[in-house]
């Protein structure tokens, strides 16, 4: 039988304490059997998901303010991904691409073609994660100027291969022991407003960064300015206004090619279907993954096709790169989208967590910031007074709505910022009940802030 987002009830029900024992005898059994080496955010099993609600083995629903980071935008069971998945299922899994050919590879490229900003003749070539597609637009860059250098920004998240590594800036968990890294990446300054930097948030002050590091290193050298139009693990910083249009101009005059990341700001996140429209900017590339085909693996990059077509014949591909299963979900993602009810809920969910969180900026002395668009949207733990941050007590608050069956993730280069990256198919009523342990929890651990007595049985809750 097929899960549909009526068949799951969308309200929190906590059965068990947060892991139960069924989810607790499971991750022994992992420890025993998988890598040390993956962490978890909250250490439970899924039975079920759909819409705004994650069933665990214990029978818990657990509120998901997280969609996957980012993926499970249209929701985890969705009904247009789901028909569209089963009716590929039923014809065949994998021809690979560069073996035989299939329409649903060319259908995904003409929607993003259609869809990415840029009013301009483009190609798509599709890959299997975000990374690959980082890796591959780099690749095109150089192919296309003849250059080799990357330029990359403070607090970016590119992925987790070698390149992408390098192209990364937080070390811990990301670069630690894995190094070298491939040269020529530079990093810039970007113009963000993030309350422990505050001072050096101008457009004006960064772009001149940039124009200097290029002076410097020689602007002919570079092939491909790589941004996120928000940054997503970093924070969720939102670049001053006049940033990306100012590095448009700059990677313009130079004959740099402009990358825009939107892996985890794209297909509607931010309440419209890329960031970058909100700066009224388009990259000669943009890249999309994580939302893109519902939770299976589909990753593109999509360009001026003069760009995407300066590689030589075969230089491109990968055994999965656009399976035929993954393209059929995103079909059905494409559709999901089609009526703009999507894109409406992402302003919504924005507009009730502004209601209820945006408050704590003034009301606690913890949190110095709600920021975010659409349904992107995070909260900084920063002290106000001495710009500490404050890891400690995000990690802190996170752990107190786990408990409570609402998950919430933790980012930013300091660790310190809870982010909300709810399905956009997330109802009303239970968004609200979600963020309303939030708060509560942000309270509880600011009043523990001012009486550090409280702290320790605050702690045992
Ligand atoms: C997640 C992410 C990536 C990497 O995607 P993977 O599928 O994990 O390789 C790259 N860029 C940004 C902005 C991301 O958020």
């Known amino acids: 039988m097929t899960l549909t987002q009526d068949s799951l009830p969308q309200t929190r029900h906590l059965a068990t304490p947060i892991p139960g024992p069924a989810s607790t005898a499971l991750h022994r059994e992992r420890e025993a059997q998988v890598t040390s080496g993956f962490g978890v955010a909250l250490p439970v099993f899924i039975n079920r998901a759909a819409g705004g609600i994650l069933e665990d083995v214990d029978g818990n629903r657990i509120i998901d303010l997280a969609a996957g980071i980012a993926v499970t935008s249209v929701g985890a069971s969705n009904a247009h991904v789901q028909a569209q998945v089963a009716r590929q299922m039923g014809k065949f899994t994998h021809t690979c691409f560069m073996v035989t050919e299939y329409d649903s590879f060319t259908k995904v490229a003409a929607w993003l073609n259609a869809h990415t900003p840029g009013d301009f003749d483009k190609r798509t070539a599709l890959f299997s994660t975000g990374a690959e597609a980082v890796e591959n637009a780099v690749k095109i860059a150089r192919a296309a100027t003849g250059r080799e250098r990357v330029l990359v920004f403070d607090d970016a998240y590119h992925g987790r291969s070698l390149l992408t590594m390098a192209m990364t800036a937080k070390v811990n968990p990301y670069k630690l022991n894995f190094g070298p890294f491939p040269g020529e990446v530079f990093r810039a300054p970007t113009a963000t407003r993030l309350w422990t930097r505050r001072e050096d948030a101008t457009a004006a002050a960064a772009l001149a960064g940039v124009e200097q590091l290029l002076a410097d290193n020689g602007p002919e050298t570079f092939a491909a300015m790589v ?46 279907l890329f960031a970058s429209e909100h700066e009224g900017v388009a990259g000669d590339i943009t890249l999309t993954a994580k939302a893109l085909a519902g939770g299976l693996p589909l990753s593109a990059v999509t360009g001026r096709a003069d760009i995407m077509n300066a590689v030589h014949k075969g230089g491109l591909g990968g ?94 280069t300091d660790g310190n910022v809870i982010r909300l990256l709810p399905p956009l198919v997330i109802g009303q009523e239970l968004l609200r009940d979600g963020l309303q342990v939030l708060r509560d929890a942000i309270i509880a651990v600011d009043n523990a802030q001012q009486d550090p007595h409280t702290a320790a049985a605050l702690a045992a809750v």
């Open 227 to 272: 941004i996120e139009p928000i940054q997503g693990e970093g924070g969720f910083l939102i670049p001053a206004p006049g940033f990306l249009a100012g590095l448009r101009e700059i990677a313009t005059r130079h004959g740099i090619a402009l990358v825009m990341d939107e892996i985890q700001t794209g297909l509607g996140r931010t309440g419209t």
């Open 319 to 412: 055994t999965y790169a656009g399976n035929p299963v993954a393209c059929a979900a995103a079909l059905g993602v494409f559709e999901a989208f089609e009526d703009g009810t999507l894109l409406e809920n992402a302003s919504a969910i924005e507009t009730t967590s502004r209601e209820v969180l945006e408050p704590l900026a003034t009301e606690t002395s913890i949190i110095a910031e709600f920021r975010g668009r659409g349904a992107m949207l995070a909260l900084e733990f920063t002290d106000k007074t001495t710009l500490a941050p404050l890891p400690g007590l995000a990690a802190e608050v996170a752990a107190a709505c786990h408990r409570q069956g609402v998950l919430v993730l933790v980012c930013g």
